[in-house]
């Protein structure tokens, strides 16, 4: 898959560029890049770091990654982008729900390397400058998470729900949250919140 | 973390077949499995083959003759959601719509559902069991409420697939290639019994791959449906499901296939309940018959006796709605 590059160039910022040198400075920045590393089939070997570039929150990242590294822990570790929580790592809490190409995965249970050609969103791509997303704004007026760390999750699932679903029924709000769980038990407050998310998307677009 | 592998994604068949040679290679499609099995050391692999790359095995196509082409790396959401497969296919549609989680559906894929590993809490956890080389089955005699009611031998996981039942009920075949070419085998023939060998849950090669599954023509008065008992909503496994495929005329059963899921190492055809109904109106009388039937060879463990009543509930709740004609389809 090919990036819209002027799409990209055109969010750079300036944290998103020292982000961008720091992780990649060991990359030689012209040499061609596929969507994939091994596109032209060549093994990547264990410990041996490898290029590939991820598509986050509108930017491009090149990135020297093992094999086995997570999407969760690059997001994390290498990216800083800690608004993906590590919850099981199993696939069974959600809290490492992100986008890619606008559908809920768990980045917990997604190896990095097989991340590339998508477009991830996290929790951080749902900021407009200081603003907050509207699914973000929900859950903060419906009081929907106690302890909060759930919460990054639950809300890539609602996005993701929402790009999918632009009008949920109840049932759908519940199947389509069901991938995420909340030890506080904040699932009433949860689904109030993509409720109302739902309907101001609806009324403002 | 996750110990150390190569990984490559080949960009054609013979390039992936070929990197499948290796010595303790596994195959990555959707991922779920694969990176869950790592984990919890259910195996090793000293190198992933990456298939997602092989755009040739995903989505859906018509056959010639009315039936479907579903590619192996097709995914579970994209399954439950094709019209065709939801409109003629109905059991396989809610069958996909029963897998896990909405994020494990839009990662994981129809061949990999079928290829799972069992969610046996001895096999998952740290015991050396039977299936992973060990000695014993621990469910023998210890925790079994999950455990299997029909076709326990050595060891006695159930099959965790809901999309493998309806396969079997819509008499699907899978297409596998290797490095000896391709060969077709009925779903219902692809999974192993542990009376057969208890080291292995399908009759997969470790060099081979399935391709796709291909679902013949539905017959006209087809009713197909997939119901599936759990303990939660989400993410769960069946502690009992059925899978049925139905064919009416003049609301009478012509033809039956009956496969539960939940209950036994292998997705579980019951002929018993197949023999019960063929030929007869899905009465009252016949389907406690068919209930009666259906729990009939069970042989409960210490603690899953609770699968024979459930069973039978779902069985008798089922074949009423099939005659009824909500579960069209």
Not at chain 1, 41 to 54: D, F, G, H, N, W
Request: hydrophobic share 35%; proline share 5%.
């Amino acid at each position: 898959m090919e990036f819209d590059e002027t799409k990209i160039k055109m969010s750079v910022t300036r944290r998103g560029f020292l982000t961008t040198m720091g992780v990649g400075a060991a990359v030689a920045v012209t040499g061609r890049y596929a969507s994939g590393a091994s596109s032209d089939e060549t093994v990547m070997l264990p410990e041996e770091m490898a290029k590939i570039r991820l598509h986050v929150n509108g930017r491009v990242h090149r990135l020297l990654v093992e094999p086995r590294w997570t999407l969760l822990f690059v997001l994390r570790e290498k990216l800083g982008l800690t608004g993906t929580k590590v919850g099981c790592e199993r696939g069974e809490c959600g809290a490492c729900t992100v986008l890619m190409d606008n559908i809920p995965r768990y980045a917990c249970m997604t190896l990095a390397v097989e991340a590339q050609g998508f477009e991830i969103t996290t929790l951080e791509g749902l900021m407009k400058g200081e603003d907050l997303g509207r699914v973000q704004e929900a859950f903060l007026e419906h009081d929907a998470f106690q302890c909060g760390y759930c919460t990054p999750g639950q809300i890539m699932a609602a996005e993701g729900l929402l790009k999918d679903d632009p009008e949920p029924s109840p049932d759908a709000i519940r199947r389509g949250m069901s991938g995420n769980l909340c030890r506080c038990g904040a699932y009433t407050h949860i689904f109030e919140a993509v409720d109302e998310a739902g309907k101001r998307k609806r009324g403002k677009s | 973390m996750l110990s150390n592998f190569a990984y490559v994604q080949p960009q054609s068949l013979k390039a992936a077949l070929k990197q499948l040679e290796t010595p303790e290679a596994r195959l990555h499609a959707g991922g779920t499995d694969l990176l869950g099995c790592l984990r919890e050391g259910i195996f090793g692999a000293k190198k992933i083959v990456s298939i997602s790359g092989l755009n040739a095995f995903k989505g859906v196509r018509e056959t010639s003759n009315g039936g479907l082409r579903i590619g192996a790396l097709t995914t579970i959401t994209q399954v439950e959601r094709h019209p065709a497969i939801r409109s003629r296919f109905r059991a396989l549609s809610q069958g996909a719509g029963e897998v896990a989680s909405p994020q494990l559906r839009n990662q994981g894929t129809i061949g990999g559902n079928i290829c799972q590993k069992p969610r046996c809490w001895y096999y998952r956890g740290e015991f050396h069991c039977l299936r992973k080389g060990g000695e014993r089955c621990y469910a023998v005699g210890g925790e079994n409420q999950y455990h299997c009611i029909f076709g326990g031998e050595n060891c006695f996981i159930v099959h965790p697939s809901d999309t493998a039942p309806p396969l079997v009920a819509l008499e699907a075949v899978v297409r596998i290639v290797g490095p000896q070419g391709t060969r077709s085998v009925p779903v219902s023939r692809f999974h192993v019994p542990p009376s057969e060998d208890f080291r292995q849950e399908t009759v997969l090669a470790p060099d081979e791959m399935v391709t796709e599954i291909i679902l013949p023509p539905a017959p006209s008065g087809l009713r197909s449906s997939y119901r599936k008992v759990r303990a939660r909503r989400a993410w769960d496994f069946s502690l009992a499901g059925m899978a049925l495929a139905i064919t009416f005329k003049d609301n009478t059963v012509q033809k039956a296939r009956v496969v539960f899921s939940g209950v036994a190492p292998v997705p579980w055809r019951s002929k018993e309940v197949e023999v019960a109904i063929t030929g007869r109106r899905l009465d009252k009388e016949t389907v406690a018959r068919a209930a009666d039937a259906a729990v009939r060879e069970a042989e409960p463990m210490e603690k899953n006796g609770y699968k024979i009543s459930l069973l039978r509930g779902v069985v008798e709740e089922e074949l009423l709605a099939a005659q009824s004609g909500e579960s069209p389809g």
